[in-house]
Nanobody, 129 residues
Framework: QVQLAESGGGLVQTGGSLRLSCAAS????????IAWFRQAPGKEREGVSRISSSDGSTYYADSAKGRFTISVDNAKNTVYLQMNSLKPEDTAVYYCAAVFSALIPAGLDRASWERFASWGQGTQVTVSS
């Protein structure tokens, strides 16, 4: 069974940085894309960023552009999300999810969620003002 495990969340002040990790087990990332989503209390899930392990192509939501960087280390079977210039509105539980390369969606809107077959348990990110 495919497993994803997030780590790296925590409490940081406005303007600070965090690096989230998404470690995959029982499958390799070669034929998958990994995306990061987040969900704040009382709000709908939001797609943040996505990377394809096969060609390195990336996608960023407008809220992440210029501040977040997604990367993959295929040797470690791990995807990272470097988050800089954090804002209080970035506070949320962050989840990573995997999708087969053949099913990679163009964006990360609600219609794309069902394509992601595997999800991690999430890691809490809290940005204090």
């Amino acid at each position: 069974q495919v497993q994803l495990a997030e780590s790296g969340g925590g409490l940081v002040q406005t303007g600070g940085s965090l690096r989230l990790s998404c470690a995959a087990s029982r499958f390799t990332l070669d034929d998958h894309a990994i995306a990061w989503f987040r969900q704040a209390p009382g709000k709908e899930r939001e797609g943040v960023s996505r990377i394809s392990s096969s060609d390195g192509s990336t996608y960023y939501a407008d809220s992440a552009k210029g501040r977040f960087t997604i990367s993959v280390d295929n040797a470690k079977n791990t995807v990272y999300l470097q988050m800089n210039s954090l804002k209080p509105e970035d506070t949320a539980v962050y989840y990573c999810a995997a999708v087969f390369s053949a099913l990679i969606p163009a964006g990360l809107d609600r219609a794309s969620w069902e394509r992601f077959a595997s999800w991690g348990q999430g890691t809490q990110v809290t940005v204090s003002s």
